[in-house]
């Protein structure tokens, strides 16, 4: 069964960094796009950034700040965050789409709970 588990989010302070980490269990990650994308109350759910293959895509709103990496072996992506913004707060979620999949969220197949991130003094 394949499943997508995040963690390492939390309340930082603006300016402060965070590391998000997504467990794949079920199925191999080399195989899949893997998405992560934010919902702030209100708003709709945006694509943060993503990786496919060798192809990685940012949001504007993050280029520069964000980084995301995968480790196969680990079945593991990761997404460090820094010089984070209040604007920045949401419930980040990581997903898995086909290969190849572009950073929208419809066409993202699996999707984990979510993990709470916070920036504010």
């Known amino acids: 069964q394949l499943q997508l588990v995040e963690s390492g989010g939390g309340l930082v302070q603006p300016g402060g960094s965070l590391r998000l980490s997504c467990a794949a269990s079920?199925?191999?990650?080399?195989?899949?796009?893997i998405g992560w994308f934010r919902q702030a109350p209100g708003k709709e759910r945006e694509g943060v950034s993503c990786?496919?293959?060798?192809?990685?895509n940012y949001a504007d709103s993050v280029k520069g700040r964000f980084t995301i990496s995968r480790d196969n072996a680990k079945k593991t992506v990761y997404l460090q965050m820094n010089s984070l913004k209040p604007e920045d707060t949401a419930v980040y979620y990581c997903?898995?789409?086909?290969?190849?999949?572009?950073?929208?969220?419809?066409?993202?197949?699996?999707w984990g709970q979510g993990t709470q991130v916070t920036v504010s003094s």
């Open positions: 079920g199925f191999t990650l080399d195989y899949y796009a």
């Open positions: 990786i496919s293959s060798g192809d990685i």
């Open positions: 997903a898995a789409g086909p290969y190849g999949s572009r950073c929208y969220h419809d066409q993202y197949d699996f």
